[in-house]
């Protein structure tokens, strides 16, 4: 492999057929949980990844992805796309420089994009298209609707273009809003964030019994599964396998994988790794065959030892199957009231929360015809480890009965399953 370039070190070659894989190439000097971050940004631009090729020497990274887009009405910013993947890329002259930084994220600028207007179904999930596409990421959420039917909208957002300081990125931002909201806009303002991003972080905190039902690390039981996932989704599942062999190479562990497909399956499969400081000197992400995925996998410790001790073994494997069995979590539980739509996921060690998880959630429910009372984001803590929880309020006004456990499971599948991508 040899010593790319700012200009080579991401390459992506459009496909020349409709349908076809795009081809995203990553040469660069190798670093901890690189391959993880790739892919989290992938996800992140709304793409799928088919296949894949990884291989380490230690010092030299060469990645091969192939994508397509998962959504319809996906805008593909390829120039956006490359950027962000150079950023998380070390140089040439800056690889001892990044082994030796801290892993401690910098510090961001968050903004808040407040708007007053007229409520409609869809309305959340319409302004968070328009977020993603101009690629500004929320951070947490205040969504609150009045009682003579207008919603106040606060979100606290970050701009992965570090433009929106300047004032033809705010206009541009604004604008794109105003065309969305139309004439049921009362007020749409951009500023920087102060003192009330802290206060709207601090959420009303879970129930016990509902914080021990979304965040345990169990395998689900059949039961809870009827709830989550389709007959047939659950068939798939059960015949996911995780493997470790010792016996194909001296000096790395081979790790195999077979489990259903979802959106996401590479990130979460990566991440779970960079979270255990494991390295990968090789990789293979097979195409789907009959809706399953094989992962061939060779790694070894932080220190370039084999894994060997069967507990580590055994940990490992078992935190890799939660992730393929259930990376997301989805629940409908009565808060006071009213019926609330809990959605979790797991945050990286590095801070970072999944991408696209709002996205998914707003869309499911706008496809059902289902207004949200109000929402909200927060970060908890549970099963050691930090968890992105996003807190839907169902409006009762909507075709379904959301006492009934039939509409329930209904709701929850739904949005499980565009979550997943299936």
Known sequence: MRAPGSDDAVVIEKSKKAGEAHVITVNCPDRSGLGCDVCRIILDFGLYITKGDVT???VWCYI???VVPHYDSLILRWSHLKNQLVSVCPSCSTYFVFNLMSSCPASTTVYLFKFFCSDRKGLLHDVTKVLTELELSIQTVKVTTTPDGRVLDLFFIIDNMDLLHTKKRQD???EQFRSVLGESCISCELQLAGPEYEYHQNIPSLSPTVAEKL?????LTDEDNRVQVLNDDMRKLKNSTV????SLSPAHTLLQIRCVDHRGLLYD???TLKDFDIKISYGRFSLQTQGHRDLELFIQLKDGNKIVDPDKQNLLCSCLKVEMLHPLRVMITNRGPD???LVANPVELSGKGR????YDATLSLKLLGICIFSAEIGRYTANDREWEVYRFLLDESCLFQLGSPTARNEITNKVRRTLMGW
């Open 56 to 58: 380490t020497d230690g």
């Open 64 to 66: 091969v992805l192939w």
């Open 172 to 174: 541009e931002t604004l």
């Open 215 to 219: 965040f345990t690390s169990d395998q």
């Open 243 to 246: 493997t470790v062999d010792n």
């Open 269 to 271: 499969t990566l991440r």
């Open 339 to 341: 019926t609330e739509l």
């Open 355 to 358: 991408p696209r998880v709002f």
